[in-house]
T-cell receptor, first 115, second 113 residues
């Protein structure tokens, strides 16, 4: 167990649906991340939150909307997705010290299929 | 734009053999991470390399970092089947005031009996 949990583990949704992915970290970290892992591309950073504030949005389409209500929880709200958005979505957390961060700990991921 | 290149991307080796996976990156960084991912699972942290010349070993795996050459290696000694997985290196950079990891494409390792 890495101390980072994600729900659901698997999700199938239609292109007109709205769903949310949830991530929770139990490590006392102050930075959280969303990554997308698809078969044909390297692991892609989507969003970074430090101290609950979004510090990075890696040119992600607006159909993905992150929310970080506190330093332990991170959501990814999904709406009107496309089939090419099907991927493994990984959440991670780390302790950010300003000038550097310690290693990131990853959750188990949510396998998303858009039909 | 930072590029992180791993090679080989696919590696099939026999048990008992040695091999090295390489990770090259294109910009200055003195922090590099190695992760392991089993099929259908998440990423597991293997090594954290925080300075030039850093070397870390865990079991049959040894990782090193040469920041001047912008190169890290992951050496496998006397491979066993349990090491079959995909291995990622990730380079830590500070961009626009925020830290981020840039990952290589991964090396899929298969160890055959």
């Amino acid at each position: 167990e890495t101390g980072v949990t994600q729900t659901p583990r698997h999700l199938v949704m239609g292109m007109t649906n709205k769903k949310s992915l949830k991530c929770e970290q139990h490590l006392g970290h102050n930075a959280m991340y969303w990554y997308k892992q698809s078969a044909k591309k390297p692991l892609e950073l989507m969003f970074v939150y430090n101290f609950k504030e979004q510090t990075e949005n890696n040119s992600v389409p607006s159909r993905f909307s992150p929310e970080c209500p506190n330093s332990s929880h991170l959501f990814l709200h999904l709406h009107t997705l496309q089939p090419e958005d099907s991927a493994l979505y990984l959440c991670a957390s780390s302790q950010d010290h300003g000038e550097y961060s310690y290693e990131q700990y990853f959750g188990p991921g949510t396998r998303l299929t858009v039909t | 734009e930072l590029k992180v290149e791993q090679n080989p991307l696919f590696l099939s080796m026999q048990e008992g053999k040695n091999y090295t996976i390489y990770c090259n990156y294109s910009t200055t960084s003195d922090r590099l991470y190695w992760y392991r991912q089993d099929p259908g699972k998440s990423l597991e942290s293997l090594f954290v390399l925080l300075s030039n010349g850093a070397v870390k070993q865990e079991g049959r795996l040894m990782a090193s970092l040469d920041t001047k050459a912008r190169l890290s290696t992951l050496h496998i000694t006397a491979a066993v089947h349990d090491l079959s997985a995909t291995y990622f290196c990730a380079v830590d950079i500070n961009q626009g005031g925020s830290e981020k990891l840039v990952f290589g494409k991964g090396t899929k390792l298969t160890v055959n009996p």
